[in-house]
């Protein structure tokens, strides 16, 4: 690198007096020139820096080389100014050393500051190198002459733009060194190229050894890179069939089996696609067969793919074929010039005629089955016809004109039978439409023609029969029952219908009610295919039969004995909803359960206070054959006790006793309005006022029931007021609230009338969580409320 010459002005700063004052100073530097790698000795002296001055001036160097990277490379002479070289540089790691020099004044004062570059001069140390040491590529073995192969690329690190940066590609060797074969590069751009043909049987991989090499004047540096170029097989053998194996013969109706296995030899790469064999048929009317190449072996598998028949041709001939899955190609060098691409001869696309073989598949008889001549039919036939009517005839003919019988396969029903011999079809049952084998007005049977093969074979015909109507139905109701609310007006509920038969034969209905039903039942509306029943305001509660004759279009008509239940529909909304008894009580006996609990913790404390006698005298047991009621512990009147009824209590027994006096019978008769025994009449009281109560609560039409307890109809009779006694009327109570829901239940028996000496256990009472207890108290009528105020203890005055 050229040195450089610099001609400055500076600025003196002497003295203060001399600022406005400018004085021209000429600094002489030679021109320095590093040569790079230079071999010593050092130092060496490389130039020197002078000015012109009329004072004495130091000397200071600082910068690249002195005391930045590379450091200790210059030195100066602060006196003189003379530069020194301490050791070697590489011009790859500095161009140029960029320098400050600043001259000093004998008092420390700057005088003159300036900047120098010293050029350090390249020489060829650095060779070409590549990217890589070695390369590998492939080719295909059809590719065409001056087919890219690789691109080479290098670098050197020398001064751009000087031979010793400057370089060519060359090959220096390609191993194996084929004479079909040659490789070119590129001197300048390094892309390699090959000309002649490529020959994967005869080389697989060729090794080129690529150089690059530099103009340097002195001395010219080079370096090397390998190539493997592997050679990728292409389709330049064709296929052969060398053979063949299998037994050559089907059976005729079989599928997927393999009667032949062609083989087939390939001098192209196995598993490649220039090798794997592809199959092709000629001949095969009907597509019968497919051929498929075994991956492995490369041998074609024919199979069978649709049923062959021996009756139509018992021998098929077919062409197989094989060729290639690759495009065949072929390349032959016809003469090599000195320069340029050879000339070569290639047909590539050029396929000349694949390899074929005949092959002979011969088919085997078998049984085959009769052939119907129509394997589905449909015949009409109407219901209800005589035993022995002819209904349709099947025919059916044998391929192998075997003999064979004809049989009923499939008759759900048992309607049908057919001749062995003639396939005609008669009935042995009577056909009926509303069979549950009839589906959609159809009937199907299955007809089979037997052979008298080894094995024997059969053919299958099916029958559809279509049953015509006939008016052999007449109409039902849906239901035998009804439910009809009680109300002071009329009330309705409806009646279906329906008819197995079809149109015309069925609805719209006519309905009409037979008997006695005048003022009690009428029809509103009478057609259709629902009526309604309405129930006039005299009918009272309870099951009644009305009998309801239902007409068919055609005038075919039945009676029914319809079953109606009027109930009061504010209570249950179905009269016959079954409840659960097992486990939960209707609300109306759950409030009686807790009104009952309530009125037994009440007369408990009341035993106290309304008797003055300490000890009572001991229950004496009866004969159970006796009287039936028990005599019970009760105080006989003298007792200075009181029992202050209220009068409305006292008017409601009177008017009970006389209506029906024998409402109170027992032991203790000579009860009149206040003149009762004190502890009887309250007990009486009590019992009867919560009955009453609990009656209202429970049906309004209580007079109209019965109460059931131990085996016994009760009515009002009152025993004596024993514990046991109201504990039974009470659970006899709730079980008739039971029945009153539940019309088809059977009352529980506890007991036999008159077996007093056994003790039969009561149904458990399930007592509710502690608010549902004080809400059902809540709901109580006002006449519960009076009972609770009796309950309370009287006052007792001093």
Known sequence: MLGFFFLVYYLSSAACSELLSRHRRFWIIDSFTIEEGHPGPFPYVLGKITIDRDYQARFDLYGEGMDEEPKGVLTIDKESGTLYVNRAVDYEEKTVLKLRIEAMKTDSSIDTKLRVEIGISDINDNPPRFQRDLFETSVDEDATQGSHVQTMVAYDKDERGT???????????????????????????????????????????????????????????SSSSTVIIHVQDGNNHLPAISGQTGSGKVKEHEIGTSPLRLHATDKDTPSSAAWRAKYTIQGDEGAHFKIETDPDTNDGILTVVKPLDFEEEALRELTISVENEAPYFSCKVKERPPSGLWKVETSKGDVPPPDTVKVSIEVEDVNDPPMFSVSVKEVAFEENAPIGTWVEKVTAVDPDSRDFVYKVGSDPAGWVTVDPQTGDITTVGTPDRESPHVSDGFYTILLHALDDGVPPMTGTATLNIHV????????????????????????STNISAFDLDDHPYTGPFTFELLGDVKGKWKLNPSHGYTAGLVKEPGVYSGPHTVDVKISDMQGQFAVYNLSVTVCDCSVTPNCRHP??????????????????????????????????????????????????????????????????????????????????????????????????????????????????????????????????????????????????????????????????????????????????DVLSELENIILPDKDSYQNALNNLGPKFKQLASICKPPHIQN
């Not at 659960?580 to 209707?586: L, N, Q, R, V």
């Not at 049906?699 to 009002?716: D, F, K, R």
Request: aromatic share 8%; with cysteine; proline share 6%.
């Open 163 to 221: 031979p010793n940066s400057t370089f060519h590609y060359e090959i220096k060797s390609v191993s194996p060194n084929h004479p079909d074969t040659e490789f070119t590069i590129d001197s300048q751009s390094g892309t390699m190229s090959f000309k002649g043909c490529l020959d994967h049987e005869v080389a697989e991989m060729f090794t080129v050894v690529v150089e690059a090499k530099d103009h340097g004047d002195v001395v010219s540096l």
């Open 579 to 756: 409840q659960s008894t097992a486990t939960t009580a209707a609300p109306g006996a759950l409030a009686i359960v807790f009104a009952s609990l309530l009125l037994i913790m009440c007369l408990l404390p009341m035993a106290v206070f309304m008797t003055c006698r300490k000890e009572f005298a001991p229950l004496q047991p009866s004969d159970p054959s006796g009287d039936t009621l028990l005599p019970s512990n009760i105080e006989y009147p003298g007792t200075d006790c009181k029992v202050v009824v209220p009068d409305d209590i006292v008017a409601w027994f009177t008017e009970e006793t006389r209506s029906d006096p024998s409402n109170w019978r027992g032991q203790h008769h000579g009860i009149k309005h206040r003149h009762l025994s004190k502890e009887m009449e309250q007990n009486f009281i009590y019992e009867h006022l919560l009955l009453k109560e609990m009656s209202h609560l429970h049906n309004e039409n209580w007079n109209q029931t019965s109460l059931m307890a131990n085996g016994h109809h009760h009515t009002h009779q009152r025993e004596e007021a024993s514990p046991m006694n109201f504990h039974a009327a009470l659970q006899a109570l709730l079980h008739q609230g039971k029945e009153a829901d539940l019309l088809d239940d059977e009352p529980h028996v506890y007991a036999e009338e008159g077996d007093f």
């Open 468 to 491: 015509t109507d006939q008016n052999d139905n007449v109409p039902q109701p849906t239901v035998d029952f009804v439910d009809v609310c009680v109300s002071d007006g009329a009330s």
